[in-house]
């Protein structure tokens, strides 16, 4: 007796013409009250994502979430038969941050032209016609590309339900991203994996906790985590610093990490190191040009290394001695 793998027809082809297919899109986009709209803050980024995967999920519109970052989408010769070349896919809703809108814009492209227009870098966004009686691969494409186009409306559908319609009105002002138009008729169809992800760029899901836990792990660093090795310790904080910049730009000021790296190298039990920050600190204090991050992390590494090929790293402070002798005598 043959088995259904399946109960939801989202996990096959969704046809409009037929009664169940417009049954599942009217119960896809309808809106329920008790459910509040999000308005777009970096704060709510992660619940949009989360919402908004559920739903993609429940309907199986991951299928057009994978934007393939190389390809033209037309094989020729022994792989004609295949629907498309496309490699190098990202998932939209975990990997947005790794996408530029030229490659989502591409993808999407691709699925508004006709059945056998390649994939190209720089797209014009048209809508053309497509042959679904085409034979073999070029049949295939547009069957696979009508898909896309209704998942894609779909998808466009269940966003303007989710965010608040004031946060909509100005994303609207960038639809020229995210509107293709048919050259014949006229007719204009929005993009809903292209709106998608503007929508995530915008609130970045994750960052803030993200942002948090790096800004944490700075404030927390010590040489003696680091096992006292200055470039070691030095490494790691400018890859911290790099990648706070890089998911919130210009909130990470250079001023706030050189305060960082001061205190950081100030937990050295080496008066040599000691005296040496002092004096980065002065010249940072009199607003010297040349204390510059890049001088601050070299000059304290050149002091390590000199100082460990002396066989002068170990040497601690009067002041390290005297807190030892302290804790000693607690005892």
């Not at 009508?146 to 319609?165: D, K, V, W």
Request: proline share 5%; glycine share 4%.
């Amino acid at each position: 007796m043959a088995t259904s793998t399946t109960t939801n027809p989202f996990d096959n082809d969704i046809d409009l013409s037929k009664p169940e297919g417009l049954k599942l899109w009217t119960a896809a986009t309808s809106v329920d009250p008790s459910v509040p709209r999000l308005a777009l803050k970096v704060e709510n980024g992660e619940q949009i994502r989360k919402r908004i995967g559920k739903r993609c999920d429940t309907y199986r519109l991951n299928r057009i979430l994978r934007v393939p970052t190389a390809g033209n989408g037309v094989p020729t010769g022994t792989r004609a038969n295949v629907v498309t070349n496309f490699t190098g896919p990202k998932k939209l809703l975990d990997e947005y941050h790794t996408l530029t809108l030229k490659q989502v814009q591409s993808w999407a492209a691709y699925n508004w032209a006709g059945n056998d227009d390649p994939r190209v870098d720089d797209p014009t966004l048209e809508i053309k016609e497509l042959d679904l009686l085409a034979a073999d691969a070029s049949g295939k494409r547009a069957a696979s590309k009508q898909q896309y186009r209704i998942r894609s409306e779909l998808l466009y559908a269940i966003l303007n339900n989710t965010i608040e319609e004031n946060d909509l009105d100005l994303i609207a002002n960038e639809s020229d991203d995210y509107t293709f138009e048919d050259p014949l008729t006229g007719d204009q169809k929005r993009d809903g994996v292209i709106l998608l992800f503007k929508i995530l760029q915008d609130v970045k899901p994750s960052t803030v906790i993200d942002v948090q836990d790096l800004e944490n792990k700075l404030s927390e660093a010590t040489l003696q985590k680091y096992d006292n090795d200055v470039p070691k310790l030095m490494r790691e904080m400018e890859t911290i610093w790099k990648e706070i910049k890089r998911l919130k730009p210009n909130t990470y000021s250079d001023s706030c990490f050189l305060t960082q790296l001061f205190r950081t190298l100030e937990t050295t039990s080496n008066e040599s190191l000691e005296r040496t920050i002092e004096m980065l600190k002065d010249l940072w204090i009199l607003q010297d040009p040349k204390c510059t991050i890049p001088f601050v992390i070299q000059t304290a590494c050149t002091k390590y290394v000199n100082l460990v090929g002396a066989n002068k790293w170990n040497v601690t402070s009067a002041k390290d001695t005297k807190i030892k002798g302290l804790d000693y005598r607690s005892q």
